[in-house]
């Protein structure tokens, strides 16, 4: 059974560039979640989504970022203007609320904004 | 804000001897969830271990066991026949009662000497 996936797996762009990452969830999970991880702060949960409707988006650090969810099988977290202090990794993880409340870890993307 | 205490930054232990990681934990609720997650070099989070907080028996995987204290709101995490493949970086985590948020604790780093 495949685990989470995320796309891509490094990403290093320029101060000002769109960046745009993707996850796919298990198959059948109905949870999904956008966490960052820097050395300052740890492990931040951005934002999450239950049967793809956002549910708490209160981490999001400011309007750059945005995250969409249009189908069961994929998400997006976009971040326009990026800047240096986006640099991170970002993880997406999912779970099949209600019956299970283990998060499943994707690889990360890792970014780096110059 | 509800929180996730890792007391010890770094530990370290020799191969093939036992170690134990500490975490404790904030909560005004009766039933939650608890978890150990383990981050290697590749940055990867696997689950190691979890607890339901209603459950008194204290859960164990293999060379993996928990000690936990819920008066104390204790958490602990005990390795058994240290390997080096166990040298990561470890979580505690919480669910967040009331929603589906994983709260983490900042990690302890754990080295394995040979």
């Known amino acids: 059974d495949a685990g989470v996936i995320q796309s891509p797996r490094h990403e290093v762009t320029e101060m000002g560039q769109e960046v745009t990452l993707r996850c796919k969830p298990i198959?059948?999970?109905?949870?999904l979640f956008w966490y960052r991880q820097t050395m300052m702060r740890g492990l931040e949960l951005l934002i999450y989504f239950n049967n793809n409707v956002p549910i708490d988006d209160s981490g999001m650090p400011e309007d750059r970022f945005s995250a969409k969810m249009p189908n069961a099988s994929f998400s997006t977290l976009k971040i326009q203007p990026s800047e240096p202090r986006d640099s991170a990794v970002y993880f997406c993880?999912?779970?099949?609320?209600?019956?299970?409340?283990?998060?499943?870890f994707g690889p990360g993307t890792r970014l780096l904004v110059l | 804000a509800q929180t996730v205490t890792q007391s010890q930054p770094e530990m370290s232990v020799q191969e093939a001897e036992t170690v134990t990681l500490s975490c404790t934990y904030d909560?005004?609720?009766?039933?939650?969830?608890l978890f150990w997650y383990k981050q290697p070099p590749s940055r990867q989070m696997i689950l190691v271990i979890r607890?339901?907080?209603?459950?008194?028996q204290n859960a164990t995987e293999n060379r993996f066991s928990v000690n936990f204290q819920k008066a104390a709101k204790s958490f602990s995490l005990k390795i058994s026949d240290s390997q080096l493949g166990d040298a990561a970086m470890y979580f505690c985590?919480?669910?967040?009662?009331?929603?589906?948020?994983?709260?983490f604790g900042k990690g302890t780093k754990l080295t394995v000497n040979p």
């Open positions: 993880a999912s779970t099949l609320w209600g019956i299970q409340e283990t998060q499943y």
């Open positions: 198959s059948g999970h109905n949870s």
């Open positions: 909560t005004s609720e009766s039933d939650y969830y």
């Open positions: 985590a919480r669910v967040q009662g009331g929603s589906e948020k994983l709260v």
């Open positions: 607890q339901e907080a209603y459950k008194q």
